[in-house]
């Protein structure tokens, strides 16, 4: 069964103070990972799809990176515009059809 | 366009009630979901659809019924509530052709049964 796990489960950060969310997966041959971006209220915004171990996507002060067993969201000197639940979800090669596993989500504060 | 609508925002139900969740895409996606999400649980696959006419189900069908008539609607229907489907309730759209392609979600639905 597919599996993912994110931590921390929450993280507050000082305005500048970067860090990194991480994701572990165990999938039966990964066909792709997925990090979104949920604010209160609303529905998960997609940020990137990474593909195979050694891969980076960068978008503005994010920049996601994919290993064999786990992937990191690094924020670079965050803002509290940052400030939402990240999750990461896989989609498994075999027998993965269209199904998303999706983690729990990271909730990030960003602070003044 | 207005991407992923959902309607409507909030709803409460009585225990035994039926209702319909409305889902409506206007960017011509093959693909569409339905999926629910529970506080420690993460986002879980309920049915899906590849087309008009074709439904699949996901990860937690049980007492859940979709169809597919049109490219842009795919309604999710409760044949009874149960309290255990309290939950915010979200649809996602996204083309299927060329890999996987970026995933659309609507502003969800939060469901309350009592």
């Known amino acids: 069964e597919d599996q993912v796990t994110q931590s921390p489960e929450a993280l507050r950060l000082q305005e500048g103070e970067s860090s990194s969310l991480n994701c572990s997966y165990t999938?039966?041959?990964?066909?792709?990972l997925f990090w979104y971006r949920q604010d209160p209220g609303k529905g998960p915004e997609f940020l990137f799809t990474?593909?195979?171990a050694g891969e980076e996507k960068e978008k503005e002060r994010l920049k996601a990176t994919l290993t064999k067993k786990e992937s990191f969201l690094h924020i670079t000197a965050p803002k509290p515009e940052d400030s939402a639940t990240y999750l990461c979800?896989?989609?498994?090669?075999?027998?993965?059809?269209?199904?998303?596993?999706f983690g729990t989500g990271t909730q990030l504060k960003v602070e003044l | 366009n207005a991407g992923v609508t959902q309607t409507p925002k909030f709803q409460v139900l009585k225990t035994g009630q039926s209702m319909t969740l409305q889902c409506a895409q206007d960017?011509?996606?093959?693909?569409m979901s339905w999926y629910r999400q529970d506080p420690g649980m993460g986002l879980r696959l309920i049915h899906y659809?590849?087309?008009?006419?074709?439904?699949d189900q996901g990860e937690v069908p049980n007492g859940y019924n979709v169809s597919r008539s049109t490219t842009e609607d795919f309604p999710l229907r409760l044949l009874s509530a149960a309290p255990s489907q309290t939950s915010v309730y979200f649809c996602?759209?996204?083309?299927?052709?060329?890999?996987?392609?970026?995933?659309?979600f609507g502003p969800g639905t939060r469901l309350t049964v009592l």
């Open positions: 999938v039966s041959g990964l066909r792709g």
């Open positions: 960017m011509n996606h093959e693909y």
């Open positions: 990474l593909y195979s």
């Open positions: 996602a759209s996204r083309l299927l052709a060329g890999g996987y392609n970026e995933q659309f």
């Open positions: 979800a896989v989609q498994a090669r075999v027998g993965g059809g269209n199904k998303l596993t």
């Open positions: 659809s590849v087309g008009a006419g074709i439904t």
